[in-house]
């Protein structure tokens, strides 16, 4: 089979995706060329895991970054918010309450954000539990530098995607439940959801953005 491009394969899932589905490509490990050939063949959505590597990138990516939004998909630490607000137009890691106040402490502006949820309650993973996160969002709705405007989650992963539908449909059933109770302050319009393995599915259970790497740049290094 053919190699094709970064570019290439950004058009290529855009492609078949659903229009109404925004494509995030999750950018972590890759140069910026990398990032500036995919902004260059029409991505607006970029995702980074670290703080100092989405500043290092955004800044050699130069003008051409200003033409997509980037966002935090990593665990944000406290003392890295000041710097991360700089950096990014959205937090899709919100996953802690303590995380959540010193983001309101700090901003001097609303910030963007998706609450993350940790939907298989794995050990190894950050974010709210399944239970505790209409309460959270709640309580997070009430602060007034912090704008809430979805659920994400990292999926678990299995050799069959299959496997992730019933968690998939799970955090569907929290977004609706959600944007039901239409809080002030929320606006419930983003469920980040689906990787390169499990975007089908994902789009299946009514993901409304999917994040890949790999399928798109090839395996990480
Ligand atoms: C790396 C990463 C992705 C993309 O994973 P792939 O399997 O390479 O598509 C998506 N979301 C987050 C939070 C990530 O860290």
Not at 144 to 155: A, C, K, P
Request: glycine share 6%; with cysteine.
């Amino acid at each position: 089979m053919a190699q094709r491009s970064p570019a290439e394969n950004y058009r290529h899932y855009r492609d078949l995706l659903p229009d109404e589905v925004a494509l995030m490509l999750a950018t972590k490990e890759r140069s910026p060329e990398e990032v500036a050939e995919v902004i260059e063949a029409g991505a607006d959505l970029i995702g980074e895991n670290y703080v100092q590597e989405a500043e290092a990138k955004r800044q050699l990516v130069g003008a051409l970054a200003e033409r997509a939004q980037w966002h935090m998909i990593g665990h944000l630490q406290r003392n890295k918010v000041n710097d991360a607000l700089d950096v990014f137009d959205c937090i899709q890691s919100l996953d802690s309450m303590r995380l959540a106040r010193a983001i309101n402490r700090r901003a001097a502006r609303p910030v963007r954000m998706l609450v993350e949820v940790n939907i298989a309650q794995e050990k190894t993973k950050f974010g709210i539990t399944p239970d505790g996160v209409v309460d959270f969002v709640g309580q997070v709705a009430q602060m007034e530098n912090l704008r809430v405007e979805g659920l994400m989650t990292i999926e678990p992963l299995f050799d069959d995607p299959a496997d992730a539908r019933l968690y998939l449909a799970r955090m569907r059933e929290l977004f609706d439940a959600l944007r039901a109770q239409d809080l002030p302050g929320v606006q419930m319009r983003t469920l980040s959801m689906g990787m390169s393995g499990s975007w089908q599915v994902a789009v299946e259970e009514g993901s409304t953005m999917v994040r890949l790497g790999t399928a798109v740049f090839g395996p990480r290094t």
